[in-house]
């Protein structure tokens, strides 16, 4: 399986199933689709008649004289040319032997093996506050009550999970635990406490914990920071860009803006860390499609580290990205990848997260097939201790796991979960993106269509969209377009 398409001047060509990256001219961008077109399904090679074939109809799209420079031919020249689209020929035919291009699929065959994987639990998210300062219009966790009441966590609680996370991991050494909300700062005495026990506990048990924190940063201070910077391995810093921007969408629960107070904390905070292991994060919505001013916001502020990603709303909600929206925010992302091209250029590069992509390695393969392990590896924590699958779940009963107290419960929901993957969605199988989005977020599924095992459809178009960019960017960076 292959996927070619066309990006800021590249003729790029994804074979799917190694992951090989293939920039090309538009010569052999036209064989590569007649040969994927005509090539036997078992050797992937195409007959000389066939050969043949594909001659005829390259010579007579190109046999014109603005062409002859693209063949290194004087014009009229056309048996140079003919010579010249056999041997382009000749090299597709070589990538295919060399296996790097139409190569099989071996992860299908490892799918079992993968479904009956020992459930190891490699991080939580602990809800250490159901409860905000701020009142966000597009929050999934309604102000951080997720459908319930509000509640901060008991460093008992807290103790119990990380106590649940250790007993659970089995033989891996390296844990995550985010500290969550609602805002997690509003109870931060506890998330000291908890990481003081943390740390106490990597000694004892051979483990060694990544702390994470999630905050809308009205409660940030030089306190709160230098201690983020001793323990946070990361710090995500929510704000959605421009001021009106912003403070439209994350209002204080007196209606007013939080850009004001936020922006001069997180500039700090990420020169303090020397604008590594954090991100700025924000959510775009129908109010702001042009979100990639708000990525150049971030940037001539001086973030480095940047992601913004589209709300998931249900389409009643007046900010909810709908279908005919995919068009504008494909030419968004279009538009950020040539701007950061351009930055790179200037020297002022900087990350945006959805165009993150490993080429060379990339996550291993239970990653590429299940994603983020949500019920089976990674779990969300309420405060009064109840486990559910991730964050996003948090409040739907029939999703309901366990606790703390007694542990999963429900392993017949973690056996869904660990059921779920790029093989078992039938939308998958044929996407050329399926080993880099991992089949999707469950969570966002269920939203849409009330079942963990599907997609949901303005995710995956908009997540194609990201793909192809983050490849021309990488393109770019590897025919030395700085």
Same mark, same amino acid.
């Given at each position: 399986m292959?996927?070619?398409?066309?990006n800021?001047?590249?003729n790029?060509v994804?074979?799917?199933?190694?992951g090989m990256?293939?920039?090309?001219d538009?010569?052999?961008?036209d064989?590569?689709?007649?040969?994927?077109?005509l090539?036997?399904?078992k050797?992937?090679?195409v007959?000389e008649?066939?050969?043949?074939?594909i001659?005829a109809?390259?010579f007579?799209?190109?046999n014109?004289?603005e062409?002859?420079?693209?063949?290194?031919?004087e014009p009229?020249?056309y048996?140079?040319?003919?010579?010249?689209?056999?041997?382009?020929i000749?090299?597709?035919e070589?990538?295919?032997?060399d296996?790097?291009?139409?190569?099989?699929?071996?992860?299908e065959?490892y799918i079992?093996?993968?479904?009956?994987?020992?459930?190891?639990?490699k991080?939580?998210?602990l809800?250490?506050a159901?409860?905000?300062?701020l009142?966000?219009?597009?929050?999934f966790?309604?102000?951080?009550e997720?459908?319930g009441?509000?509640e901060?966590?008991?460093?008992?609680?807290?103790?119990r999970?990380?106590?649940f996370?250790?007993?659970n991991?089995?033989?891996?050494?390296?844990?995550?635990v985010?500290?969550?909300?609602?805002?997690?700062?509003?109870?931060?005495?506890?998330?000291k406490? /908890?990481? $003081? !026990?943390g740390?106490?506990?990597? &000694?004892l048990h051979n483990?060694?914990?990544r =702390?994470?924190?999630?905050t809308?940063?009205?409660?940030?201070d030089?306190?709160?920071?230098?201690?983020?910077n001793?323990?946070?391995?990361?710090?995500?810093?929510?704000?959605?860009?421009?001021?009106e921007?912003?403070d439209?969408?994350?209002p204080s629960?007196?209606?007013k803006?939080s850009?004001?107070?936020?922006?001069?904390?997180?500039i700090?905070?990420?020169?303090?860390?020397?604008?590594?292991?954090?991100?700025?994060?924000?959510?775009?919505?129908?109010?702001?499609?042009?979100?990639s001013?708000d990525?150049?916001?971030?940037?001539?502020l001086?973030?480095?580290?940047?992601s913004v990603?589209?709300?998931v709303?249900?389409p009643?909600?007046?900010?909810?990205?709908?279908?005919?929206?995919?068009?504008?925010?494909?030419q968004?992302?279009?538009? /950020?990848? $040539? !701007?950061?091209?351009?930055?790179? &250029?200037?020297g002022k590069d900087?990350n945006? =997260?959805?165009?993150?992509i490993?080429?060379?390695?990339?996550?291993?393969?239970?990653?590429?097939l299940?994603?983020?392990?949500?019920g089976?590896?990674y779990?969300?924590?309420t405060?009064?201790?109840?486990?559910?699958?991730c964050?996003?779940?948090?409040?739907e009963?029939?999703?309901?796991?366990?606790?703390?107290y007694e542990?999963i419960?429900?392993?017949d929901?973690?056996?869904?979960?660990?059921?779920?993957?790029?093989?078992?969605?039938?939308?998958?199988?044929?996407?050329?993106?399926?080993?880099?989005?991992?089949?999707?977020c469950?969570?966002?599924?269920?939203?849409?269509?009330?079942?963990?095992d599907?997609t949901?459809?303005?995710?995956?178009?908009?997540?194609r969209?990201?793909?192809e960019c983050?490849?021309?960017l990488?393109?770019?960076?590897?025919v030395?377009?700085?």
């Amino acid at each position: 399986m292959i996927h070619q398409y066309k990006n800021n001047g590249y003729n790029i060509v994804l074979d799917v199933n190694s992951g090989m990256i293939h920039v090309v001219d538009d010569v052999a961008y036209d064989i590569i689709a007649l040969f994927d077109k005509l090539r036997d399904t078992k050797t992937h090679m195409v007959s000389e008649k066939d050969k043949e074939t594909i001659v005829a109809e390259i010579f007579n799209k190109y046999n014109k004289p603005e062409y002859a420079e693209l063949f290194e031919i004087e014009p009229g020249n056309y048996d140079e040319m003919k010579s010249a689209i056999q041997e382009s020929i000749l090299d597709v035919e070589q990538l295919v032997k060399d296996g790097a291009l139409f190569t099989e699929d071996i992860y299908e065959n490892y799918i079992n093996e993968f479904k009956n994987r020992e459930t190891v639990v490699k991080a939580l998210c602990l809800h250490i506050a159901h409860d905000c300062n701020l009142a966000c219009r597009y929050c999934f966790a309604e102000e951080g009550e997720y459908h319930g009441h509000r509640e901060l966590m008991s460093y008992e609680v807290g103790k119990r999970a990380l106590d649940f996370l250790i007993a659970n991991s089995g033989n891996r050494r390296n844990l995550e635990v985010d500290f969550f909300g609602g805002e997690p700062l509003m109870n931060f005495e506890v998330v000291k406490e /908890l990481v $003081k !026990y943390g740390r106490e506990q990597e &000694k004892l048990h051979n483990k060694k914990f990544r =702390f994470t924190l999630t905050t809308n940063g009205i409660l940030l201070d030089n306190e709160v920071e230098e201690f983020l910077n001793k323990e946070m391995s990361n710090v995500v810093l929510s704000i959605d860009g421009r001021k009106e921007v912003n403070d439209l969408m994350r209002p204080s629960r007196n209606g007013k803006g939080s850009y004001d107070i936020i922006i001069p904390k997180f500039i700090k905070l990420a020169e303090d860390r020397n604008q590594t292991n954090y991100y700025v994060r924000g959510t775009f919505t129908r109010n702001n499609l042009d979100f990639s001013e708000d990525v150049k916001h971030f940037a001539e502020l001086g973030f480095k580290q940047i992601s913004v990603e589209p709300v998931v709303s249900l389409p009643e909600e007046s900010y909810s990205i709908r279908e005919e929206d995919i068009p504008k925010i494909c030419q968004e992302y279009d538009k /950020l990848a $040539k !701007y950061m091209l351009k930055k790179k &250029k200037e020297g002022k590069d900087f990350n945006f =997260f959805h165009f993150m992509i490993d080429l060379s390695g990339g996550p291993c393969v239970a990653k590429r097939l299940s994603g983020c392990g949500s019920g089976t590896e990674y779990l969300a924590v309420t405060p009064w201790g109840d486990f559910y699958p991730c964050h996003q779940f948090v409040g739907e009963t029939e999703y309901l796991m366990g606790n703390v107290y007694e542990g999963i419960k429900r392993t017949d929901l973690r056996e869904d979960f660990k059921q779920c993957n790029v093989y078992s969605k039938e939308k998958c199988k044929k996407c050329f993106a399926r080993f880099y989005c991992s089949g999707g977020c469950a969570a966002n599924s269920y939203k849409f269509q009330g079942q963990i095992d599907d997609t949901y459809d303005i995710g995956c178009e908009l997540q194609r969209k990201r793909v192809e960019c983050a490849i021309m960017l990488k393109a770019a960076e590897a025919v030395g377009e700085e």
